[in-house]
């Protein structure tokens, strides 16, 4: 499930730049996170790979979906962009925290790298606000409808 959210984030990123361009300080930023969530994603990749497990049979969906999510919110403009991504690492902070408490110690290498990952979550949340998310048009129903959407796919992964 950890692979497909960050498959979800690098095709956000990418539907946003496709709007957005690269030459803006909002493309910038967005282009420097996206480069961490491939990051994070060819990590999982290879955790998945070498440990046998399947990966969510959901990520063509997750493909066009989180395309279409990036690009539509940047086509609103770059402050509901950064409300996108604000909303998304919220949902993926709570969700990496809750599986670093059932973790425990019982896997040093995924808790470890769920635990660096997620910092830099939260550093782009941090960022995402920083950029103007809450001066998005209708700020608390966009974060509040992508928050939903993100914790039914979330839901969703775990379970097809």
Known sequence: MNQAGEYGATRIYAGQLAVLGDRSPVARSIAGMAAQEQRHRAHFDAMIAARGVRPTLLQPFWDVAGFALGAVTAAIGPEAAMACTAAVETEIDKHYGAQLDQLGDSDPALSSAIA??????????????????????????????IRLGCRAAIALSKRI
Not at 121 to 139: I, S
């Open 116 to 145: 660096e990952f997620r910092a830099e979550e939260v550093e782009h949340k941090e960022a995402a606000m920083a950029a103007g998310a809450e001066l998005a048009p209708a700020y608390p129903l966009l974060s509040g409808a």
